[in-house]
T-cell receptor
């Protein structure tokens, strides 16, 4: 399967603990996006990378959140001192530059479901 | 700030019927409008997308209609099937690629 993969699929943690999620994009996709989706809502943009450079961060991404893409391939999203409000599905997507120069077509992974007790 | 508004929140259609979901956007810098399908516990899957230089795009049973002046676009699912039962999201993006999603429509197709 050459799609976007995410690990773990589910994470249950206690409030105050740190958690880290991993995303492996489709090979040769140089853009990687993180989104957060709460129950009954559409995904909300968190941050994105072009290769290893983090180009934009949403206001939703508080200081407790950090994302990296050290070698321009896989990415990690870490949440420190988790709060119950962090409970959500964390989605990763990747895209490539199309013939017309657009990066729009994004392919999503299955997500990591985080539950903070 | 909700830049993409989607309606209805839920939709029930009989098998073989037409499902219609509508979206409206505010940001005139948006130039790419995809629709995603999501099943419970899964990530969104791209269904079909359109750019503002065309007013309609059809792929199989799925059609996007786009009205640039009204800043609205819609998804039509022809001959709806029970397997189409899922949550559908419209979205929009500009040149940087990040997607702004609508709130979703839960579609139920009865056999």
């Amino acid at each position: 399967d050459t799609g976007v993969s995410q690990d773990p699929r589910h994470k249950i943690t206690k409030r105050g603990q740190n958690v880290t999620f991993r995303c492996d994009p489709i090979s040769e996709h140089n853009r990687l996006y993180w989104y957060r989706q709460t129950l009954g809502q559409g995904p909300e943009f968190l941050t994105y990378f072009q290769n290893e450079a983090q180009l934009e961060k949403s206001r939703l991404l508080s200081d407790r959140f950090s994302a990296e893409r050290p070698k321009g391939s896989f990415s990690t999203l870490e949440i420190q001192r988790t709060e119950q409000g962090d409970s959500a599905m964390y989605l990763c997507a990747s895209s490539f530059r199309g013939l017309a120069g657009h990066y729009n077509e994004q392919f999503f992974g299955p997500g990591t479901r985080l539950t903070v007790l | 700030q909700q830049q993409v508004k989607q309606s209805p929140q839920s939709l029930i259609v009989q098998k073989g019927g037409i499902s219609i979901i509508n979206c409206a956007y505010e940001n005139t810098a948006f130039d790419y409008f995809p629709w995603y399908q999501q099943f419970p516990g899964k990530g969104p899957a791209l269904l079909i997308a359109i750019r503002p230089d065309v007013s309609e795009k059809k792929e199989g049973r799925f059609t996007i209609s786009f009205n640039k002046s009204a800043k609205q676009f819609s998804l039509h699912i022809m001959d709806s099937q029970p397997g189409d039962s899922a949550t559908y999201f419209c979205a929009a993006s500009g040149s940087y690629g990040k997607l702004t999603f609508g709130q979703g429509t839960i579609l139920t197709v009865h056999p």
